[in-house]
């Protein structure tokens, strides 16, 4: 579990990978000097409901990442990531949806 910290003394755990991806779309929406919100749904250890931030480029903002290897990042979610950080309700942090395995064809016997 990372954690991204903002403004003076606001924390939030997110899990390293979500928080990798996060971190390109924000510093991505950032680099553009865009203002936008960031929300997400809590994790099953905390009460039930969601939250929002709003970033703002002038707001200090550190990722730390537990991992000390950077993870490969799936480019269709973070895709997605980008597409919600365009819109009007801004970047939503949804679930990585990770291509099922191909099944194996079962081998035929040889007789």
């Known amino acids: 579990m990372g954690t991204i910290y ?11 990978r979500a928080l990798a ?9 950032l680099r553009r000097n865009e203002s936008f919100t960031l929300s ?3 994790p099953e250890d ?14 200090p903002l550190r990722f ?6 950077a993870p490969e ?6 895709e997605q990531l980008m597409r919600s950080a365009n819109s009007t309700g801004g970047i939503q942090l949804v679930p ?6 191909q099944q194996s064809q079962p081998q035929r016997e040889v007789a």
């Open 96 to 101: 990585e949806h990770l291509e099922p395995l």
């Open 46 to 59: 905390h009460p039930e409901g969601r939250s929002t931030l709003w970033l703002h480029p002038a707001i």
């Open 40 to 42: 997400w749904a809590h």
């Open 6 to 16: 903002y403004g003076s003394g606001l924390s939030t755990r997110i899990e390293d």
């Open 73 to 78: 990042l799936n480019r269709e979610w973070l």
């Open 64 to 69: 730390v990442f537990d991992e000390p290897e």
């Open 21 to 29: 991806h996060l971190k390109v779309a924000i510093i991505a929406k």
